[in-house]
């Protein structure tokens, strides 16, 4: 039997650059899947969950098409505490299940990869971090995450881990403060520590 491909997580704040990280393993020989996509194809494609949603925060969270509209969700989870917990405590086993699932199988082909990586930006706040043999916290200063970020930084980040927790709780970490370049030599240096 093959042997399990080395599980890795990637977290970081909002802005820090968790996606290019992921992107960075991927170009280094790692399966790569992001938590945000897996709840973007839930929003989109569970029927369990749409019918959660409309019965939960109404008619509201549709667009013109009828399809899920991820912004409207995002105002009214984001002003309401409640609602938000509501809606993580849907998606999050959801997710879960779904990524434990695709790990599984990466075993099951011909040439499994040495490195699967994860992004979850929540990782340490639902203690998820005992599901991976590896956590890469990404981090960046303030300034730099509120330009890259689409959304207030520090709406979001109030309930989150500050950021020097997470460092001292991970197995590498990074200042995600230069170029792609960098980043991805760092990538690289952490997927050399993993194959030794």
Aim: charged share 30%; net charge negative; proline share 4%.
């Amino acid at each position: 039997m093959a042997k399990r491909p080395v599980a890795v997580a990637i977290t970081g704040g909002i802005g820090a650059g968790k996606s290019e990280a992921l992107a960075a393993f991927a170009r280094h020989g790692a399966a790569t899947v992001s938590s945000d996509d897996i709840v973007h194809r839930l929003l989109r494609e569970d029927l369990g969950v749409r019918e959660a949603l409309l019965d939960r925060l109404g008619e509201d969270v549709l667009d013109e098409a009828s399809q899920v509209d991820r912004a409207a969700i995002a105002d009214i989870v984001f002003q309401d505490r409640e609602a938000l917990a509501w809606l993580e405590a849907l998606l999050h086993p959801l997710v879960v299940a779904e990524y434990l699932q695709w790990r599984d199988r990466l075993v099951e082909l011909p040439n499994p990869p040495a490195v699967s990586a994860t992004e979850v930006p929540l990782l340490y706040e639902v203690g998820g971090e005992n599901r991976f043999d590896k956590v890469v916290v990404i981090t960046a200063p303030a300034d730099l995450r509120a330009v890259r970020a689409h959304v207030s930084v520090d709406e979001r980040s109030d309930r989150l881990i500050p950021d020097d927790e997470k460092v001292k709780r991970a197995d590498f970490a990074y200042v995600n403060d230069g170029s792609l370049e960098d980043l991805d030599a760092f990538v690289a240096r952490v997927m050399e520590a993993l194959a030794a």
